[in-house]
């Protein structure tokens, strides 16, 4: 780092670079908070200013956040304020700057707000910038101010009034914050304080920003469900995922378990779908749980209940048409059943009583009867197989005496 009277130096000579590249007045042109709201801030670059001090980055800082709000108000007064016309009103001498104090040039005014935090996010800052589309100041526990304008996807910009990187917008990172704690995570994870524009009444009505914006993270709320929360086993359910609030983007991430267990399965990691499948294996109290992540990372869980009913008693009600028979004739096989899941299929047997193994006289399907012909005298053994749509099997057996 450059020794703090090459810092001066430097500003110094940046300050008169600055001034003497002037060629043409810009004329600031009023603009509402929503065109400001997002985005690259297209500030002039003569609106950044360098320390002219070794400690007064907080009064520099300052002095830019007051001539952004006087620029984007429309008023010609921004190039009036310096880091000299700004420090009696910001500076407690041999204090420090103070946490709130008031800008006055003529008839306009603004009003600068503090709040001391640990750390902030990258989210807050964000929200921080929608409130008070001026910008804000971070001060660091290294000690250094910025004044931070825009964000651009997800890089912080801001303007260094240190010497060495003084007078132009530049990502955050490569501030002399940078130097002190690292990369753009650690420079947030560092930030002790912040100000910002909390009132003005600038060539016009006095406007007050809502103090609820400034840093507080919208709620992100779970509204996930379930298609039903009764079901009879062999059934299947949806799981919904649903969010709002938070900062968008968000993603979804399924479990389950048996409400007796303790460890979660996870059904589908997280991902962009808002509906899976589930079809329990068992009759129980099942827990659904869905987690829902917004895109700064938070995470709400919501979990829900899932009762699972044993089906009814598969009965196998299957009958022959006779049980004894004279050699020649034929017997009817009617297939029947009750309880279970319905949609039942069928699958009839036969073999005499001496054999081991079954023929099969007709295999699953709809059809509720056959008929056999036996074609020798003796005892046959009959069967019926009902299966229904759950898959579960019943099996009957008739004995028919052939004479």
Not at 60 to 69: D, P
Not at 294 to 312: A, E, H, I, R, Y
Not at 337 to 360: C, L, R
Request: aromatic residues 10%; glycine residues 8%; proline residues 3%.
């Amino acid at each position: 780092m450059k020794s703090k009277s090459s810092k001066i130096l430097t500003g110094v000579i940046a300050a008169i670079l600055i001034f003497t590249f002037i060629a043409t007045p810009i004329t600031a042109q009023a603009r509402s908070i929503f065109e400001w709201a997002s985005g690259y801030r297209n500030f002039p670059n003569e609106l950044y200013l360098v320390q002219q001090e070794s400690d007064s980055c907080t009064v520099a800082a300052s002095a830019m956040m007051m001539r952004a709000r006087f620029y984007m108000s429309g008023s010609s007064k921004w190039r009036s304020i310096t880091e000299s016309a700004v420090r009696p009103s910001a500076m407690l001498e041999g204090v420090g700057i103070r946490w709130e104090w008031t800008y006055t040039n003529g008839s306009d005014s603004a009003t600068a707000g503090h709040e001391n935090v640990s750390g902030i996010t990258l989210q807050q800052v964000k929200n921080l910038l929608r409130a008070h589309p001026e910008g804000i100041i971070l001060y660091t526990w290294s000690p250094h101010a910025v004044f931070v304008t825009d964000i651009v996807g997800s890089t912080i910009y801001c303007a260094d009034p240190a010497a060495y990187v003084g007078g132009k917008r530049i990502p955050i990172e490569d501030s002399w914050l940078g130097s002190c704690h690292g990369d753009q995570a650690s420079i947030l994870d560092s930030v002790i304080a912040y100000w910002y524009v909390k009132s003005y009444s600038i060539g016009g009505s006095p406007i007050s920003y809502s103090e609820s914006d400034i840093i507080s993270d919208p709620v992100l709320n779970n509204n996930s469900s379930l298609s039903a929360s009764s079901i009879k086993l062999g059934s299947t359910i949806n799981i919904n995922g649903s969010a709002s609030g938070g900062t968008g983007g968000y993603k979804y991430a399924y479990y389950f378990k048996k409400s007796s267990a303790s460890t979660w399965t996870t059904k589908n990691d997280y991902s962009a779908s808002t509906s899976v499948s589930f079809k329990p294996s068992a009759a129980t109290t099942y827990n659904i749980k869905v987690n829902v992540k917004d895109s700064s990372g938070k995470v709400v869980s919501k979990t829900m209940n899932l009762t699972v009913n044993s089906l009814p008693t598969l009965v196998n009600n299957a009958s022959v048409s006779s049980s004894s028979i004279n050699l020649g004739d034929t017997i009817t096989i009617s297939g029947a059943a009750s309880g279970g899941t319905g949609s039942y299929q069928y699958a009839y047997y036969f073999k005499q009583a001496s054999a081991s193994s079954w023929t099969t006289k007709q295999s699953y399907g709809s059809a509720r009867s056959v008929t056999l012909k036996p074609s020798v005298a003796t005892t046959y053994n009959i069967k019926v197989n009902v299966k229904d749509s759950n898959g579960t099997v019943t099996s009957k057996t008739f004995n028919v005496t052939v004479k």
